[in-house]
């Protein structure tokens, strides 16, 4: 039986091929076969994985429906902000708090810190979950470098923890986040959040940008602090340490280009079409 990150690693790869094609149409035979599968099992593949045709899969992909989204984002972006909370649409209702560390702990680098983790299956590939009592610390998707460059990269923003494979820990929070597995009545997620003050500012800004939308980066400054400050935002964005449930794969540039993203931009375009789909239904 497929995983779901076997099932991603053929759709990143029918992407890539999508992404270089779209514009003459190419036939469902041609995308299967850029992938080594018949036109069957990638339809069943494909359906099973994004939950939409591939067809819708392709319109999601154009440069004119990031720009039509990003104007229809912009009004569920103000009542979202205005209310001072996420979408009661955000992925699986979660509802999420943020432990920021203090001036102290952040100063000692985590020293001594029981920091539990586990390597799991998500819809976008393998991931790393790293969690403390606090709550969650770190999640970053596994790439070319493989486990031991993504453990490391986290180990790195903590040098002074004591690091534990421990997935059993961390199990119930990807059945929560990827899986659906959640209710109104759960506690809500706890991140155990290491940045600066502005860091956390942008970071706590894109909690509130609910599920299907997207935002520009000079929009997302205009929320923060300023318009003059959308470089300093996007760096912050980029340093996200908490992928996906920190959604900033939802911001994209003005003119409706997707931008960059740390866990590669293909990944990216296919969290935003994913959660496109899944905002539709």
């Known amino acids: 039986m497929q995983t779901m990150s076997e099932d991603y690693g053929r759709m990143e790869k029918a992407i890539l091929f999508l992404e270089q094609n779209y514009h003459r149409q190419p036939e469902l035979r041609e995308v299967a076969e850029s992938i080594h599968l018949s036109e069957f099992h990638f339809q069943r593949l494909f359906r099973r ?3 939409i045709s591939p067809k819708r899969f392709i319109q999601y992909m154009t440069l004119e ?10 009004s569920v972006l103000d009542a979202a902000y205005d209310a ?9 209702d979660l509802f999420v708090n943020i432990e920021a560390m203090t001036p102290g702990e ?17 819809p976008f590939g393998e991931c790393l979950l790293a969690v403390t009592e606090r709550g969650i610390c770190g999640l970053g998707f596994v790439d070319a470098g493989g486990r031991a ?12 923890a004591t690091w534990e494979e421990n997935p059993r820990l961390t ?24 940045g600066t003050n502005f860091q956390i500012k942008v970071w706590e800004a894109l909690l509130k940008i609910p599920m299907g939308a997207v935002v520009s980066y000079e929009d997302l400054a205009i929320r923060v602090c300023s318009p003059r400050a959308t470089r300093a935002v996007g760096s912050a964005v980029g340093k996200n340490p908490i992928a996906f449930l920190i959604p ?5 540039r003005k003119a409706g280009g997707i931008g960059g993203y740390h866990g590669g ?6 969290m935003l079409i994913w959660e496109a789909a899944r905002a539709q239904n």
């Open 65 to 74: 429906h990031a720009k039509r989204l990003l104007d229809a984002s912009r």
């Open 265 to 270: 931009v293909t990944r990216k375009k296919a």
């Open 84 to 92: 001072g909370l996420s979408s009661p649409g955000r992925l699986h």
């Open 49 to 51: 994985w994004a939950g």
């Open 106 to 122: 952040y100063k000692s680098q985590g020293a001594g810190l029981p920091i539990g983790y586990g390597f799991h299956a998500t």
């Open 171 to 194: 199990q119930p929070y990807i059945r929560r986040i990827f899986g659906g597995a959640s209710s109104n009545g759960d506690r809500p997620i706890t991140l155990h959040l290491q």
């Open 248 to 252: 900033c794969h939802r911001v994209i």
């Open 149 to 160: 460059a993504v453990l490391g990269e986290y180990q790195s923003r903590w040098p002074l």
